[in-house]
């Protein structure tokens, strides 16, 4: 394989594209929108309908992990009061995962081609006749 597992996990940390390790998952001044596709290698990176559903749940429970559970620990722990416990819970639970969004739909996709390395276009190789190509 061409693309490694490891470099897989430093792209997908880094949040660039899994097959070229360029920096385009997203258009170049928005914060939010996912190009269709890497502009430097043609990677799909809208995948089917649905995929990014995953990295959904991962910014909820990386939200709820890193950043919810600590201010409630601190809360319990009387290091914060109450009040500002509440106040950073609510408006951490709206700014954290809006931060994180990127991150998240990197790791997802990181997460998926780690699992699934030769699916990257650079991994992939001529199908032999007597191979079907979904292995
Ligand atoms: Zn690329």
């Not at 990176?45 to 620990?73: H, K, Q």
Request: glycine content about 8%.
């Amino acid at each position: 394989m061409k693309v490694t597992r490891i470099q897989i996990i430093a792209r997908g940390l880094g949040n660039c594209c899994p097959n070229c390790g360029q920096r385009t998952l997203f258009r170049v001044g928005t914060w939010f929108e996912t190009n269709q596709e890497c502009p430097s290698c043609g990677l799909k990176i809208e995948r089917d309908e649905g995929f990014f559903l995953g990295s959904l749940s991962l910014n909820y429970g990386v939200t709820l992990v890193g950043f919810l559970t600590p201010v409630a620990l601190l809360a319990y722990n009387e290091i914060i009061g109450t009040t500002l416990a509440i106040i950073l819970a609510g408006v951490g639970s709206i700014v954290f995962p809006a931060l994180f969004y990127r991150s998240s739909r990197s790791w997802w996709l990181m997460n998926y081609y780690f699992f699934f390395p030769h699916h990257l276009p650079a991994n992939q190789r001529a199908v032999q006749d007597h191979e079907d190509d979904n292995t």
